[in-house]
């Protein structure tokens, strides 16, 4: 366990000076709100730091490193892997008021801002411009660009257009140092010089606080076209996911439901073929109207090669918009249905999803655990969320996640998509295996404070 100082008076008072009192939250109700992001775990700071500019960023970080206190770099707590909470107490740097596109370029393509604006508030300006940030985490109308890029954050359009490392082409950040360093470019390419850009991108914050970002921009799809196809074995289904990206088609969504997701949105289903359907896949294409209603049909005809029950056109915006209502409401039901609900989302070779989905039942039994899986069926990644009736049970479903992960690994997958490593997943993959403490468990870790510490702070 690292040996930290506690905020004392005098380090209060300096902080303080250094970044001004009004930047400074001190009172347990406040705290409170620091002291979590959006799983389980929580720990609260001993001070909240809301900083509006890199210099108090800056400043803060330098005295964290002076008197040896800990810092958590904080975006909006939306976080599913604990890497916003801050285990050693100290210091919690919210970044959630450095709020502002400062600019928005269309000539050049770009969108220029602070860590702390909203995914969906971004695409929405740019919008209004004919112009996409394709982008979209599940949480992105209450995430954080800066969160985004500190996991490299996907979402459903992954398939086609990438992860958010795609389109952060240059960066201001902090170092654990306080030194302020700018990494990229302005333009569309950049070959000149290390890549320091890009290793910043998903390092959840254990090389640096990421304090302005330079977003590549692309004109705007004409239009949209949604499927919705069902099927009697899930196997079945993310059989039809390969062989759709195998003949060449690249949707801009390929999302999947399984059966217990079914039956627990089933009276938001307003498709009569869902009652007995053992999986739903979500087929999305965009561009021009022509060429994407000829590559639709096509994939329709896909589906019903490998099995599907029934294909359905969901053409107009709101059709579409219901599909997704439903696909996002999964993880809010069944965290109001079971006591006990742990996230997990990991990543196999397009070849192995069937493989993977088809061995999810076996856990079930072992473990005495209830599996609801959905996901981005298009690049790999598959939610996995492990349920049980009774919170006493949870040793046994850790114990399930850890050989569930074991498995995947053996698949040449890895043991996180988007989600991030955080405090959740802090283990080391050794020859297919995982050592240490279990997934959700709080293992060691230090905190954000200089280039000399071996093993600085996760955060998001």
Same mark, same amino acid.
């Given at each position: 366990?690292?040996?930290?100082?506690?905020?004392?008076?005098?380090? +209060?008072?300096?902080?303080?000076?250094?970044?001004?009192?009004?930047?400074?939250?001190?009172?347990?109700?406040?705290?409170?709100?620091?002291?979590?992001?959006?799983?389980?775990?929580?720990?609260?700071?001993?001070?909240?730091?809301?900083?509006?500019?890199?210099?108090?960023?800056?400043?803060?970080?330098?005295?964290?490193? !002076?008197?040896?206190?800990?810092?958590?770099?904080?975006?909006?707590?939306?976080?599913?892997?604990?890497?916003?909470?801050? #285990?050693?107490?100290?210091?919690?740097?919210?970044?959630?008021?450095?709020?502002?596109?400062?600019?928005?370029?269309?000539?050049?393509?770009?969108?220029?801002?602070?860590?702390?604006?909203?995914?969906?508030?971004?695409?929405?300006?740019?919008? !209004?411009?004919?112009?996409?940030?394709?982008?979209?985490?599940?949480?992105?109308?209450?995430?954080?660009?800066?969160?985004?890029?500190?996991?490299?954050?996907?979402?459903?359009?992954?398939?086609?257009?990438?992860?958010?490392?795609?389109?952060?082409?240059?960066? $201001?950040?902090?170092?654990?140092?306080?030194?302020?360093?700018?990494?990229?470019?302005?333009?569309?390419?950049?070959?000149?010089?290390?890549?320091?850009?890009?290793?910043?991108?998903?390092?959840?914050?254990? +090389?640096?606080?990421?304090?302005? +970002?330079?977003?590549?921009?692309?004109?705007?799809?004409?239009?949209?076209?949604?499927?919705?196809?069902?099927?009697?074995?899930?196997?079945?289904?993310?059989?039809?996911?390969?062989?759709?990206?195998?003949?060449? &088609?690249?949707?801009?969504?390929?999302?999947?439901?399984?059966?217990?997701?079914?039956?627990?949105?089933?009276?938001?289903?307003?498709?009569? $073929?869902?009652? +007995?359907?053992?999986?739903?896949?979500?087929?999305?294409?965009?561009?021009?109207?022509?060429?994407?209603?000829?590559?639709?049909?096509?994939?329709?005809?896909?589906?019903?090669?490998?099995?599907?029950?029934?294909?359905?056109?969901?053409?107009?915006?709101?059709?579409?918009?219901?599909?997704?209502?439903?696909?996002?409401?999964?993880?809010?039901?069944?965290?109001? !249905?079971?006591?006990?609900?742990? &996230?997990?989302?990991?990543?196999?070779?397009?070849?192995?999803?069937?493989?993977?989905?088809?061995?999810? !039942?076996?856990?079930?039994?072992?473990?005495?655990?209830?599996?609801?899986?959905?996901?981005?069926?298009?690049?790999?990644?598959?939610?996995?969320?492990?349920?049980?009736?009774?919170?006493?049970?949870?040793?046994?479903?850790?114990?399930?996640?850890?050989?569930?992960?074991?498995?995947?690994?053996?698949?040449?997958?890895?043991?996180?998509?988007?989600?991030?490593?955080?405090?959740?997943?802090?283990?080391?993959?050794?020859?297919?295996?995982?050592?240490?403490?279990?997934?959700?468990?709080?293992?060691?870790?230090?905190? #954000?404070?200089?280039?000399?510490?071996?093993?600085?702070?996760?955060?998001?």
């Amino acid at each position: 366990m690292p040996s930290y100082s506690p905020i004392t008076p005098e380090i +209060l008072s300096e902080i303080k000076g250094a970044v001004g009192s009004d930047a400074v939250i001190q009172t347990t109700e406040k705290l409170c709100e620091f002291e979590k992001d959006a799983g389980e775990d929580a720990c609260l700071p001993e001070l909240v730091v809301e900083a509006t500019s890199p210099r108090q960023v800056s400043a803060l970080l330098r005295l964290a490193n !002076r008197y040896s206190f800990p810092v958590t770099p904080r975006g909006l707590g939306t976080g599913l892997a604990g890497g916003a909470i801050p #285990l050693f107490g100290g210091v919690v740097l919210s970044l959630a008021k450095m709020n502002r596109i400062l600019s928005i370029e269309k000539d050049n393509l770009i969108a220029v801002v602070e860590p702390g604006v909203i995914t969906l508030d971004l695409q929405n300006a740019v919008r !209004r411009e004919n112009l996409f940030y394709p982008p979209d985490p599940a949480s992105l109308d209450t995430c954080s660009i800066g969160g985004n890029a500190a996991t490299n954050a996907g979402g459903p359009s992954c398939v086609k257009y990438g992860t958010t490392r795609e389109y952060v082409l240059g960066l $201001e950040a902090v170092l654990p140092s306080g030194e302020i360093v700018e990494a990229g470019v302005r333009t569309r390419k950049g070959v000149v010089g290390y890549d320091l850009r890009h290793l910043l991108l998903g390092s959840e914050g254990t +090389l640096g606080v990421i304090t302005k +970002l330079i977003l590549k921009l692309i004109p705007h799809p004409q239009t949209i076209t949604t499927l919705v196809a069902f099927f009697p074995k899930l196997t079945s289904a993310m059989d039809a996911v390969t062989a759709m990206l195998v003949r060449g &088609h690249v949707p801009c969504a390929v999302e999947f439901l399984d059966d217990r997701c079914l039956e627990i949105t089933g009276d938001l289903l307003p498709f009569e $073929e869902a009652r +007995l359907a053992k999986a739903m896949l979500i087929i999305e294409t965009d561009g021009v109207q022509r060429v994407i209603e000829e590559e639709m049909e096509t994939i329709g005809e896909i589906c019903m090669e490998q099995g599907a029950v029934n294909v359905v056109m969901a053409p107009d915006s709101l059709k579409r918009a219901r599909i997704w209502e439903i696909r996002r409401e999964v993880s809010l039901r069944i965290e109001d !249905r079971f006591p006990l609900y742990l &996230h997990e989302d990991v990543v196999v070779p397009i070849g192995k999803i069937a493989d993977l989905v088809g061995c999810l !039942r076996g856990f079930e039994g072992e473990y005495g655990i209830k599996i609801y899986s959905f996901g981005h069926a298009g690049d790999g990644n598959i939610h996995v969320n492990i349920t049980a009736e009774d919170r006493k049970c949870r040793d046994r479903a850790e114990e399930g996640i850890v050989n569930l992960l074991k498995k995947v690994l053996s698949m040449g997958g890895t043991i996180s998509g988007e989600h991030g490593i955080g405090i959740a997943k802090k283990t080391v993959p050794t020859d297919g295996a995982l050592c240490g403490k279990h997934p959700h468990s709080k293992g060691n870790q230090t905190s #954000l404070r200089s280039p000399a510490d071996t093993e600085p702070r996760e955060n998001i």
